[in-house]
Structure formats: structure tokens, C-alpha cells
T-cell receptor, first 113, second 117 residues
């Protein structure tokens, strides 16, 4: 089954404790991105990747890092999480940068206390 | 600046009645418009898109959307609502900066559709 998977689905952590949210797709997609969803703000892009080893900032990259060492994986790294990073995070992928349909993962709900 | 507005936080409709979820946009150039649906505890699912051509676009689950260039709107519609349509609906436009090369979607704030039996 074609899908985007994220782990963990739920995470509660404390300020400053480094964490990684994994994202993996099995569709051989070139393009991947991360969004965060906050009430009243919709989804905002954090980082995106056009292909392996090619990443760039989205609208809200502060406090986040990403890497794209393999085509299928695009982990989101929070080096020192803060409470304002409490949010619902979605990973998305598409077959190419110019592909119109994007596939979203199930989401990761992160709480930073 | 490019943006998408969904003026209603929530839309209530009785099962069997037609539904409309509103969306207006502001972009430079030709808009590439999308509707996504989010069911509880699930990721976003693609419903339909408008790129060019016919102003009435048909999508999944019986939904359709009407592109209106003069009103800069892209309202989502369904002739007969089902209780199972209850979900959070997002309108989005593709960011036209850099020729669309970032493939970034600019989302509205979402509209919660509640269909009563």
C-alpha cells in the first residue's frame, strides 16, 4: 500500500531534550516536506526537500533541522524543543516538485512541557 | 502576498442537504487550487484540484468545487451531505513564487463540517 508513515504518532517531552520525528514514504517520491498545524493558523511549511541531499527552509524553520540522506526518509529534528513547538506535525510527499497531488502522513502530535 | 481564506470555522448541515464550504484566494498569476480533507486522527487526504480548464472540478467522494476567477473563489460543494462527510476541510493554493518550484501549499485555516443525521 502506498503510504507516508510517521513515528512516533504521539510524543510528550520536556524542554531542551533533543528529539527526532521520522517520516518515510514507499512511493519513490522525490519531493518531501514537513508542515505544522496549529489552531487558527492552518498548516505551515517548515522544511522541504526536492531530492536526496537537497533541502530548503519553508515558512517556519526556526528551531528545526532536517536531513535527506535517502530518498524514502525525511526526518525532522528538534535539537532543543521549546513549548512553542507543541503542535501537530505532518510529513508530505509527491512524485516530483511539480506534481500537484501531495500525500500526507497520519501526523505526529508533539507536546513540549 | 499569497493567501487563502476560509471564512467559516464551522459549517452545519443536515444529512441529505446540499453543502458548501467556502474558500477565497489571493495569488499572483494563475492559481493552482486544492481541497484536502482531514478525518479525526488521520492525515490530510487529497479531494480535488483546479489547474486549468473547466471551472467545475469533480473529485473524490462525490465532492466538486467551482472555480470563479472574478470572485477569486473556489468553493467546495456536494449535492447531498452524508454524516460520514463530517471532517475538517482545508483549501490550499500552490505557492507561485519561484515558478512553483518549491511545491509549497499555502493552506487556509480549515472549516469543520458537521453533518447532522
Amino acid at each position: 500500500e502506498a503510504q507516508v508513515t510517521q513515528n512516533p504518532r504521539y510524543l510528550i517531552t520536556v524542554t531542551g531534550k533533543k528529539l527526532t520525528v521520522t517520516c518515510s514514504q514507499n512511493m519513490n517520491h522525490e519531493y518531501m516536506s514537513w508542515y505544522r498545524q496549529d489552531p487558527g493558523l492552518g498548516l505551515r511549511q517548515i522544511y522541504y526537500s526536492m531530492n536526496v541531499e537537497v533541502t530548503d527552509k519553508g515558512d517556519v524553520p526556526e528551531g528545526y533541522k532536517v536531513s535527506r540522506k535517502e530518498k524514502r526518509n525525511f526526518p525532522l529534528i528538534l535539537e532543543s524543543p521549546s513549548p512553542n513547538q507543541t503542535s501537530l506535525y505532518f510529513c508530505a510527499s509527491s512524485s516530483s516538485t511539480y506534481s500537484y497531488e501531495q500525500y500526507f502522513g497520519p501526523g505526529t502530535r508533539l507536546t513540549v512541557t | 502576498a499569497q493567501s487563502v481564506a476560509q471564512p467559516e470555522d464551522q459549517v452545519n448541515v443536515a444529512e441529505g442537504n446540499p453543502l458548501t464550504v467556502k474558500c477565497t484566494y489571493s495569488v499572483s498569476g494563475n492559481p493552482y487550487l486544492f481541497w484536502y480533507v482531514q478525518y479525526p486522527n488521520r492525515g490530510l487526504q487529497f479531494l480535488l484540484k483546479y489547474i486549468t480548464g473547466d471551472n467545475l472540478v469533480k473529485g473524490s467522494y462525490g465532492f466538486e468545487a467551482e472555480f470563479n476567477k472574478s470572485q477569486t473563489s473556489f468553493h467546495l460543494k456536494k449535492p447531498s451531505a452524508l454524516v460520514s462527510d463530517s471532517a475538517l476541510y482545508f483549501c490550499a493554493v500552490r505557492d507561485a513564487n519561484y515558478g512553483g518550484a518549491t511545491n509549497k501549499l499555502i493552506f487556509g485555516t480549515g472549516t469543520l463540517l458537521a453533518v447532522q443525521p
